[in-house]
């Protein structure tokens, strides 16, 4: 056996747990122990060396779904100091040559379904995503590995331009597993079921690579299917669960949801968009806690909760930051902001990354003057009991008759109406006020909502140089990958 590092936790789980069951997949429903999830990542790692001649700081992209195989992949990259770039099998294949382009990989490996998505002048570096036939040869060189040194790059979904590959490191993934340890209460029993898609890192450290630290249990779905990740969140005695708002509606319209019994579910945690009241409330009838908080590729991503106690009391804040995250909250005039004063949250920690992938424009831009602080680009807000408040984007505010204005603000104000199932806001020209609010919304079913409903609701809680001027009714809001509403589709509709 090859020595250990302590960056190879598979390696360590096999030893103090070596029958404990790892992951199991989805649809086959295969499992793995850590036992042998660590013989097959140590012969992945042999192939690797001996076999694809990788060394410590190659790139390896793959495009697939979750898999044993795929975390047996990841957990190969992290005993050799091989680099993982997850691929999006949602892009077109021009998006997609763009990416591999700029992350220059040695190998792509592919589920078969989506290798026709790689450009052809790719297709020499296309290797199949299946490890069956390697052999359990567990002799490769180990060469040290430093906690900086990128464990993968996270391209970022690049609603603004270009995705930018995010450099993710070791102690990146090291100390995001200790805050959501500490904050989550992770340990060698909990049990977690992943449906966030396998190029986002909601699907690789919001859970599952924390449990894999923890020596947790995983069941990997390919996709979300509402009916059956409730079934499956029962039936795997799941304890720990992590969805965006638009899957839990979905699960909570199924006509199951009533009878739904998730007993040992100690919560759900919620990211990407803030969850509606009604929803919160919803499960709160069921006695199934919800947990919102808030994260972002470049830094963590588990950076700050909401304790499931406040879910209703501070409805919206994304909580406080976690054990190891600093936060400063800087205004426009470079001040810092005090006490429920809106300013750009800045974070500081062993979970931010040191740098995009060759792109230093963008790494110094992300970065305080001194180099010290990472600039998340989203305004918030500080309660004086320290809770946190998302704004909005700062690239998102419009200026109206000379004020700003955020529309993530406007949306929290929406969302009170009880009639209304989701909404988003953009700033759209408008000769008199330079810029005004436009408000797309979904209306739930059996509700009958007019403009004029809408304006007066507002009034209450917004400044008149808030509310909507103009407001759109439609069936669905358009969403990224990750669930987010996509706000670039609806400036084009």
């Known amino acids: 056996m090859a020595e250990m590092h302590g960056y190879d936790w598979v390696s360590k789980w096999a030893l103090y747990s070596p029958n404990h069951i790892a992951l199991q997949e989805h649809g086959s429903e295969a499992v793995i122990s850590y036992k042998d999830l660590n013989e097959k990542a140590d012969a992945l790692s042999s192939y690797f060396n001996?076999?694809?001649?990788?060394?410590?700081?190659?790139?390896?992209?793959?495009?697939?779904?979750?898999?044993?195989?795929?975390?047996?992949?990841?957990?190969?990259c992290q005993k050799t100091g091989i680099i993982l770039v997850p691929l999006n099998y949602r892009l077109a294949s021009k998006e997609l040559g763009?990416?591999?382009?700029?992350?220059?990989?040695?190998?792509?490996?592919?589920?078969?379904?989506?290798?026709?998505l790689i450009p052809q002048s790719y297709h020499d570096k296309l290797l199949e995503l299946d490890f069956h036939s390697i052999p359990l040869n567990t002799t490769y060189d180990r060469t040290s590995i430093d906690e900086d040194d990128p464990i993968m790059i996270l391209y970022t979904s690049g609603t603004s331009g270009s995705p930018k590959g995010v450099l993710y490191s070791h102690k990146m993934l090291f100390w995001n597993s200790i805050n959501t340890e500490i904050s989550l209460h992770i340990n060698s029993n909990s049990k977690t079921i992943i449906v966030m898609p396998s190029f986002h890192t909601g699907g690789w450290n919001v859970l599952l690579t924390p449990l894999l630290h923890h020596g947790g249990f995983t069941y990997l779905m390919q996709k979300f299917d509402a009916e059956e990740v409730m079934q499956k969140i029962e039936e795997t005695q799941c304890n720990v669960f992590m969805g965006v708002p638009t899957m839990l509606a979905m699960m909570a319209q199924e006509s199951s949801f009533e009878k739904w019994n998730p007993k040992?579910?100690?919560?759900?945690?919620?990211?990407?968009?803030?969850?509606p009241l009604a929803l919160i409330e919803k499960y709160a009838k069921k006695n199934i806690a919800i947990r919102q908080g808030y994260g972002m590729t470049e830094v963590g991503p588990n950076l700050t909760s909401l304790h499931q106690d406040d879910a209703i009391r501070k409805m919206g804040s994304i909580g406080r930051p976690n054990f190891y995250v600093d936060i400063k909250i800087i205004k426009e005039n470079g001040d810092s902001a005090l006490v429920d004063e809106n300013g750009e949250l800045w974070l500081k920690g062993p979970m931010v990354t040191k740098a995009y992938f060759r792109n230093d424009e963008a790494s110094h831009n992300a970065f305080s003057e001194d180099g010290h602080w990472f600039k998340t680009g989203d305004i918030v807000r500080q309660d004086s009991e320290q809770y946190?408040?998302?704004i909005d984007r700062l690239k998102n505010m419009f200026i109206s008759g000379g004020e700003n204005v955020y529309p993530a603000e406007v949306e929290r104000a929406l969302r009170k109406m009880k009639a209304i199932k989701e909404c988003a806001v953009i700033g759209i020209p408008d000769e008199k006020w330079g810029e005004v609010g436009k408000a797309f919304i979904v209306i739930?079913?059996?509700?009958?909502?007019?403009?004029?409903d809408i304006t007066s609701h507002c009034s209450i809680y917004l400044a008149k140089y808030k509310i909507p001027k103009q407001i759109i009714f439609i069936n669905e809001l358009p969403k990224t990958d990750s669930g987010k509403i996509n706000h670039k589709i609806l400036k084009n509709l």
Request: aromatic share 12%; hydrophobic share 45%; glycine share 8%.
């Open 388 to 390: 946190l408040f998302i």
């Open 264 to 275: 040992y579910l100690d919560y759900i945690i919620v990211g990407g968009e803030a969850m």
């Open 98 to 116: 763009e990416i591999i382009h700029d992350a220059d990989p040695k190998f792509i490996f592919a589920q078969d379904q989506f290798s026709s």
């Open 444 to 452: 739930n079913e059996g509700h009958d909502v007019s403009d004029q």
């Open 50 to 76: 001996n076999g694809l001649r990788l060394q410590k700081g190659d790139r390896i992209a793959c495009i697939a779904m979750y898999s044993i195989s795929y975390v047996v992949l990841f957990v190969a």
